[in-house]
């Protein structure tokens, strides 16, 4: 979890930096974790998410909770699933920067493992 975090955290700040001349940056010329992902997701032409919102805060819970020791744990199944979520995002960017057609991530994400929810096994 606190890989993809980092992972999207230095992202959003790099596509900010280069591309819209830092317009989501503090005062302090620095990036927090939610408007990251909103820079990440605005860059993308297609995203493999059906609720962005919810995204952006299970992610951030989970990063910070991941990061910050006196945060509040959160459910393992539901970090497990922000993770899934976290690497989809970061794939299909990189792919659609590679010139992958957005149609084609579409069609695959049908069949791709981490495109279906993980769910507890009863």
Do not use: C
């Not at 930096?17 to 989501?24: A, E, F, Q, R, Y």
């Not at 990061?67 to 959160?74: E, S, Y």
């Not at 995002?89 to 493992?113: N, Q």
């Amino acid at each position: 979890m606190v890989q993809s975090g980092i992972a999207l955290e230095a992202l959003g700040y790099l596509i900010d930096v280069n591309k819209n001349d830092g317009t989501s940056l503090n005062r302090r010329k620095q990036m927090n974790f939610k408007p990251g992902l909103r820079v990440i997701l605005a860059d993308m032409k297609i995203h493999p998410l059906v609720d962005v919102d919810d995204w952006i805060e299970r992610a951030d819970a989970a990063y910070m909770s991941a990061k910050h020791p006196d945060r509040a744990a959160l459910d393992s199944l539901e970090v497990l699933n922000t993770l899934r979520e976290n690497l989809l995002v970061l794939r299909f960017w990189v792919a659609l920067e590679l010139g992958a057609k957005p149609k084609s991530l579409m069609a695959g994400l049908e069949t791709d493992r981490l495109g279906s929810e993980f769910v507890p096994v009863e």
